[in-house]
T-cell receptor, first 116, second 114 residues
Framework: EPEVTQTPSHQVTQMGQEVILRCVPI?????FYWYRQILGQKVEFLVS????????KSEIFDDQFSVERPDGSNFTLKIRSTKLEDSAMYFC??????????????FGAGTRLSVL | DAKTTQPPSMDCAEGRAANLPCNHS???????VYWYRQIHSQGPQYIIH???NNETNEMASLIITEDRKSSTLILPHATLRDTAVYYC???????????????FGKGTKLSVKP
């Protein structure tokens, strides 16, 4: 069964450093998302991406965050200068192109980001 | 998207049916009910969705009341691996370019016990 793949599974970084979280969405999907979950809290939407541009973003997704689809398979989330409060699980998701199926989002296993 | 209300936790005996309720009294006519679950810090997993008719797939059944103000997710024979947080999410279907996001609440923590 096709799945969303995220790497690395755990990223440790120093405060102020840049990190790039990587995702390979399901191959025929065209809509891509990033969510985060701070330990013990709810899953929160960050950004959605379609047709090489951001469709929607939340208040959390400020100027420190950016997303990119550098090639036909990868979808990345960059945090320019990490803060302690960026420590969280980051989930990538994707959904299909047409009909009701495009509202079913499939999630990766997540990247645990630890900012020290 | 309409707000949903779920009990914070439920227990179920292994092999029995787990019935997880969700209230969505402000749901509008074009909004669907989606269920996802999250098994201990893994990524959320899609289970099922519906508009007004009852739905069934290999994972679960979804019963939506006639007035659509509430629904119940049924896991017919719960196993220990079904222990997870279950989220009921109501959202519209956009057929334009914007896909919108999923708004996760706190969900129901289902504990399946031997």
């Amino acid at each position: 069964e096709p799945e969303v793949t995220q790497t690395p599974s755990h990223q440790v970084t120093q405060m102020g450093q840049e990190v790039i979280l990587r995702c390979v969405p399901i191959s025929n999907h065209l809509y891509f998302y990033w969510y985060r979950q701070i330990l013990g809290q709810k899953v929160e939407f960050l950004v959605s991406f379609y047709n090489n541009e951001i469709s929607e973003k939340s208040e959390i997704f400020d100027d420190q965050f950016s997303v990119e689809r550098p090639d036909g398979s990868n979808f990345t989330l960059k945090i320019r200068s990490t803060k302690l409060e960026d420590s969280a699980m980051y989930f990538c998701a994707s959904s299909a192109r047409t009909g009701l199926a495009k509202n079913i989002q499939y999630f990766g296993a997540g990247t645990r980001l630890s900012v020290l | 998207d309409a707000k949903t209300t779920q009990p914070p936790s439920m227990d179920c005996a292994e092999g029995r049916a787990a019935n997880l309720p969700c209230n969505h009294s402000t749901i509008s006519g074009n909004e669907y009910v989606y269920w996802y679950r999250q098994i201990h810090s893994q990524g959320p997993q899609y289970i099922i969705h519906g508009l007004k008719n009852n739905e069934t797939n290999e994972m679960a059944s979804l019963i939506i009341t006639e007035d659509r103000k509430s629904s119940t997710l049924i896991l017919p024979h719960a196993t220990l691996r079904d222990t997870a947080v279950y989220y009921c999410i109501v959202r519209g279907n956009n057929y334009g370019g914007s896909q919108g996001n999923l708004i996760f609440g706190k969900g129901t923590k289902l504990s399946v016990k031997p």
